[in-house]
């Protein structure tokens, strides 16, 4: 499968608990994005990397999120001390700045955060 | 504030009858419009882009600068039609990450 994955799939946490998550983009995407997505709303921009910089992070990242793209493949969320408001569905995206697919973004199936 | 609305949360219409999605959009500079889609138990997709000028399973979008619409049509609509729909925008040639709307839920009926 040459698409988006993630990891988990699901996670169920207590509140107060720290929580990663990882995703895997498409081998020859350069940029990474992470979005958030509570019931009944459409993704919601969280933040950004092009290679393994993150050069844009939204308002909605709070202190309590990091995110991390290493060596410009997998990137890593991380949400500490986690509270209720925090479950929703993670969603990461990766695209091209080049090829006929230019800055097309191609989704991954999500992460759902369920915090008790 | 650069914001898409979709005012429609559910639509359901009858197979073969035409199928209008409608987006409004708010930015300040030139942006770049899509159209993605989530099937049931997948993941979601593009399924347009303004710039491209594509018609893609039949459906086309066209960009009304002047009423900042990018409203999805469809002539005939088909059971397989049926899914989540969201319209979003990024800035051209910004580093594109995606303003979306709510979402509407297309329901074709057979």
Redesign the interface.
Known sequence: DT??SQNPRHKITKRGQNVTFRCDPISEHN?L?W?RQTL??????LT?F?NEAQ??KSRLLSDRFSAERPKGSFSTLEIQRTEQGDSAMY?CAS?STGGSSY????????TRLTVL | AQR?TQPE?LLSVFKGAPVELKCNYSYSGSP?LFWYVQYSRQ????LL?HISRESIKGFTADLNKGETSFHLKKPFAQEEDSAMY?C?L?GLGS?????????TKLSVKP
């Open positions: 698409g988006v940029r994005y979005y009944g709303q459409g993704p919601e921009f950004y092009q050069l844009e969603l695209s800055n097309e973004q191609f989704f991954g199936p999500g | 898409v949360k770049e993941r979601l997709q593009l882009r969201y979003a990024s580093q594109g990450n995606l303003i979306f709307g709510k979402g």
